[in-house]
């Protein structure tokens, strides 16, 4: 992320978190979607730590403004989950589980988001008059 209005490392960190949850939920459709697909292993999303290691890095000075170069986020498939006798390892109660918590996390980052660039704009707005 460039030199742009939301280039500093909070904004980063939060339109990382933006990208790793919205990912989660395509990853969380997908599964609810092959439910029924004999074979199907479902898929997670993991970005967390990755951001949380690109934060520290951020923070100790190493990697100053490339939060989001640094943070990845990965779309793993789960082949640690019980199967049914179909193959599949989808489970309703835990898609729909984290389906709930996920949009909860989504939402939470936005109005972050959102208050930052709030506040990035009564900045601006305060420097020009």
Do not use: C, W
């Not at 949850?21 to 970005?47: K, S, W, Y």
């Not at 100053?64 to 179909?86: E, L, T």
């Not at 949009?103 to 601006?124: C, G, N, S, T, Y």
Request: net charge positive; aromatic share 4%.
């Amino acid at each position: 992320m460039g030199d742009g209005f939301l280039s500093d490392v909070t904004s980063q960190a939060l339109l990382i978190a933006l990208k790793g949850t919205a990912a989660r939920q395509e990853a969380l459709a997908d599964n609810i979607a092959n439910i029924d697909t004999p074979g199907f292993t479902r898929t997670t999303v993991e970005f967390e730590q990755s951001l949380a290691a690109a934060l520290a890095a951020a923070r100790r000075g190493r990697q100053r403004g490339a939060v989001g170069a640094r943070a990845a986020i990965r779309r793993v498939r789960d082949y640690g989950s019980p199967r049914r006798a179909d193959g599949n390892n989808v489970s309703i109660e835990r898609e729909m589980t984290q389906l709930a918590r996920n949009a909860l996390a989504h939402q939470a980052v936005e109005e972050l988001l959102a208050q930052r660039i709030r506040v990035l704009k009564a900045v601006i707005r305060g420097r020009r008059g």
